[in-house]
């Protein structure tokens, strides 16, 4: 709906009272000259002006595609101008003004965003634009967006991290904290919701009403959130300190199936209150159940929920957990990313790693978490794997374009930050810790914050420690090695390779008789160069490196005073297998080393001698990490013997026993060792049954097909079940599952190799979709080096076919490779393609590190024999 201009004079007058005139009494060096044509200024908003208020006023109506607006924002203009630039996306710009007069579009286009011309030159002040505007609301989860559900229509917003500019033209950047007061036109009969209370409603016409909501506090604009429909709004009662009222909005219909919300959220609340000590800075709160999203979104006041999340059986174990976990990272965004917002995107770890780090702590304290010791080490373990990455970049991205925000959600944002802040807080100690956190929450509320904002509140020497994690990618390492000489007090000498690490460790000492277990106590340092770390009075029965599971690698120079596995701790098991995996990966284990490790690992570990021996599930994943590690630099000459051994060592989990009872560690355990152990070395009946589980699957065709099920019943299935997949699967409309259902046919036998690369010439395909199963079938190690030989001699004929991003993922799937005569191939094939050289360059170093590697772990298979 079109709205008279007057109006907006009239409300900008009265509601922002501050529609001043410019300043005219300063001095300015450079005059710009009015009307200069413009240069569009990249990625950033240029210096030239702050937001300090904005009214946004919405049409929407969720049955329709179509919505208009008018936004108010009141600005400073910091420096002589003639125009401001403004972010906007998908926005057709109707009209303009400012209080001197028409604003006008000006034809230069910005990255998403738009210069508006004051027609003179404006001194620093104060001034107010208005922009009227019309949009289409999006079918994505981008801006502002609908979905249908039970037949009706329903409106949301994601504004995080660039996409507010697609719902208002507005300073669409973090370090902006600005006010935001919104009016919403909608359907009389919907629920119209935003970050705020509504402050007033009222009937324009027998069709719409206009709601208002009361002003929000300093908010960055990714954080403006609505919510339109037909919704249940249903009472959860008042949390917290500030008692602040609570509800759920849940498509109509549904408002009975959200008990968990009553149950859970308040103590959720509670506990993240008491680790900050302050109330909710919030004066309602919403959680909004969006019939499909991501994950949820932390707006303040409107919280919204992919609706699974939100929606069950309040008694089922899952639900309460998974609630518990997602509700309580979003409450504790309301203080970490809401209160205090980093300034820019480069810094999103501290928002995402605080609201990890703290969401998972209250999860624990209330009991939300299945099995804790194995969960923190599992995280530790997607952080380490990410940071392995060759490409992993640091805590601090650069962010260089509009892309760049959404692609920084990554575990290096989240696992990364939270195993920095838990290392950091058990190396002071939980509440010196809690102080210090506090501290930066008190010094940049309502405001935007850093990465040194937050080192500044800790002592130089820890500050120094956080930025060095923050600025450079990979886990560090640690060198230990014990030293106990007569006449000396004995010491664990340590060894940073790269920085200062905050190093804690375990000292088991020895026993006073016989039979007594040996007392443990902790020590923790600062490591740089060379530190002593005194161990005790007498020489220790043995150490560990990583008492409190610390980010890093310990690398043991004297492997006799290293604890041994039955006597550690669960989470402790699983680090010593990722440090033994990480000195693999590294070259500095030999294949004897590596299997005596994994023996140790895997070997049974009995409660007490005469027990029955049962393998131990967090021994085992420790295992796993290491033999993954070991797995991809196994040749095609070995791989038999290296397959019958590991289905050896890992015997017990791949048959559980019948009546076993059940525990996170051993589901974890065997999900995770169904990508290592060859399909066909699982007991037959195991494929059977996988057959017989998949059948409904593909009849339906309407669910992802589990790669692990694919993979055991592959092995029985073999022709058959590969031509009935790809049969469903080359009719399907939904393409993002027929991409998953080709994908998983790479997870067939070596005897599918070659019926997969014939789908790159079936017409009846995308070459995406074709593509999908070699590229499954070339990263797994036991079928790689087949599949590039059955692929090679067509790639010519099939890089012809394809479009350029997807030649640069067919470069990228042959970094798995690791055999010189591939190497020499995929180099000569691809250096014919001049835009995919990084991609070549970065394939074949990733290459020659795995066929280096291969040599320092020296002969495996004659190792396999001892
Ligand atoms: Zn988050």
């Not at 009991?367 to 990455?389: N, W």
């Not at 097909?705 to 939904?734: C, H, Q, W, Y």
Request: net charge negative; proline share 7%; glycine share 8%.
């Amino acid at each position: 709906m079109r709205l008279a201009w007057i109006r907006f004079g009239v409300a900008c007058a009265a509601a922002l009272a501050a529609c001043s005139s410019p300043d005219r009494g300063r001095a300015r060096p450079v005059p710009p000259k009015p009307g200069a044509p413009l240069v569009a200024p990249g990625l950033r908003l240029p210096d030239l002006a702050t937001p300090l208020a904005y009214e946004l006023r919405l049409d929407l109506d969720p049955d329709r595609e179509v919505f208009s607006g008018e936004v108010w924002i009141k600005i400073r203009i910091d420096k002589p101008t003639d125009h401001v630039w403004l972010h906007v996306y998908g926005l057709e710009i109707r009209g303009g003004r400012w209080d001197g007069g028409d604003l006008t579009l000006d034809p230069v286009k910005g990255d998403q965003m738009r210069a508006f011309r004051f027609g003179k030159v404006v001194e620093p002040g104060t001034v107010t634009l208005v922009v009227e505007f019309v949009g289409r609301i999006a079918e994505g989860q981008e801006g502002l967006f609908r979905q249908k559900a039970g037949g009706r229509w329903y409106a949301f917003t994601q504004g995080e991290s660039v996409y507010t500019r697609r719902i208002a033209p507005s300073f669409d950047e973090p370090r902006f904290k600005t006010p935001w007061r919104v009016t919403l036109v909608v359907p009389r009969e919907d629920v119209a919701l935003a970050n705020t209370p509504e402050v007033s409603s009222r009937v324009i016409d027998g069709r719409v009403k206009e709601v208002t909501f009361a002003p929000t506090g300093p908010m960055p604009s990714y954080l403006l959130a609505l919510a339109v429909g037909p919704f249940d709004l249903v009472d959860v009662g008042e949390v917290g300190r500030n008692k602040v009222p609570a509800r759920v909005a849940v498509r109509a219909g549904e408002g009975k199936h959200v008990e968990i919300v009553k149950q859970k959220l308040p103590a959720i609340v509670e506990a993240i209150e008491a680790y900050v000590d302050e109330g909710l800075p919030l004066a309602k709160l919403d959680l909004v159940a969006v019939p499909h999203l991501f994950g949820a979104m932390e707006n303040p006041g409107l919280v919204t929920f992919d609706e699974p999340m939100l929606v069950g059986d309040p008694k089922s174990t899952s639900l309460k957990q998974s609630f518990v976990s997602v509700a309580a990272h979003e409450v504790a965004h309301q203080w970490f990313g809401n209160l205090v917002t980093p300034a820019w995107w480069d810094d999103l770890w501290l928002s995402e790693g605080f609201a990890s780090w703290l969401g998972d702590k209250v999860s624990q304290e209330l009991g939300a978490v299945d099995d804790p010791p194995l969960r923190a080490a599992l995280t530790r373990r997607q952080a380490i794997e990410a940071d392995d990455d060759p490409a992993a970049v640091p805590l601090r991205r650069a962010v260089e374009t509009n892309e760049a925000p959404d692609e920084s959600f990554d575990a290096i944002a989240y696992q990364k930050a939270q195993e920095v802040l838990s290392t950091i807080e058990g190396f002071v100690g939980a509440a010196e810790f809690r102080t210090r956190i506090r501290a930066y929450l008190d010094a940049h509320r309502d405001k935007s914050a850093t990465a040194a904002d937050l080192f500044a509140v800790f002592p130089p020497e820890i500050a120094k420690t956080l930025e060095q994690y923050a600025s450079s990618p990979r886990v560090p390492i640690v060198d230990l090695a014990l030293r106990c000489e007569k006449g000396k007090p004995p010491v664990v000498e340590a060894h940073a390779r790269s920085g200062t690490v905050p190093v804690c460790i375990r000292i088991v000492k020895p026993r006073t008789s016989p039979g007594a277990a040996g007392t443990v106590s902790d020590t923790c340092a600062l490591v740089d160069a060379i530190t002593e770390i005194q161990a005790g009075d007498a020489c220790p029965a043995s150490v560990f490196g990583n008492a409190r599971g610390g980010y890093y690698h310990v690398a043991w120079q004297t492997r006799a005073a290293v604890t041994p596995v039955a006597q550690l701790d669960p989470r402790s098991r699983i680090i010593t297998g990722d440090d033994l995996a990480a000195a693999v990966s590294r070259g500095e284990l030999t294949a004897e080393q590596a299997l005596g490790a994994l023996r140790e690992l895997t070997a049974p570990i009995a409660a007490c001698a005469r027990c029955a021996a049962t393998a131990d599930p967090y021994a085992q994943l420790g295992a796993l990490a290491l033999a993954s590690h070991i797995d991809t630099l196994v040749d095609d000459a070995t791989r038999p013997a290296w397959s019958a051994y590991l289905a050896k060592r890992f015997k017990s989990a791949l048959e559980p026993s019948r009546g076993a009872r059940p525990s996170a560690a051993g589901d974890e355990l065997a999900e995770q060792l169904a990508d290592l152990i060859p399909a066909d070395r699982y007991p037959l009946a195991e494929s059977k049954a996988a057959r017989t589980s998949l059948d409904p699957m593909i009849a339906d065709a309407t669910e992802e097909l589990p790669e692990d099920l694919v993979a055991l019943a592959a092995v029985t299935g073999g022709d058959k079940l590969f031509t009935r997949i790809v049969e469903r699967a080359r009719t399907m409309s939904n393409k993002e599952l027929q991409q998953q259902w080709f994908a998983s046919l790479g997870r067939f036998g070596a005897a599918q190799i070659d019926r997969a690369v014939a789908l790159l010439d079936d017409a009846t395909v995308t070459p995406d979709v074709a593509w999908a199963p070699v590229e499954t079938y070339l990263s797994r190690p036991a079928t790689r080096t087949a599949t590039w030989r059955a692929l090679h001699g067509k790639l010519g004929k099939i890089l012809d076919r394809l479009k350029a991003p997807q030649v640069l993922r067919v470069i990228d799937a042959t970094s798995s490779l690791c055999d010189v005569t591939s190497r020499d191939e995929v180099a000569g094939v691809f250096d014919r393609v001049p835009a995919g050289r990084t991609h070549l360059d970065r394939a074949l170093a990733a290459i020659d590190r795995c066929i280096a590697m291969r040599g320092k772990l020296g002969d495996l298979g004659a190792a396999l024999t001892k």
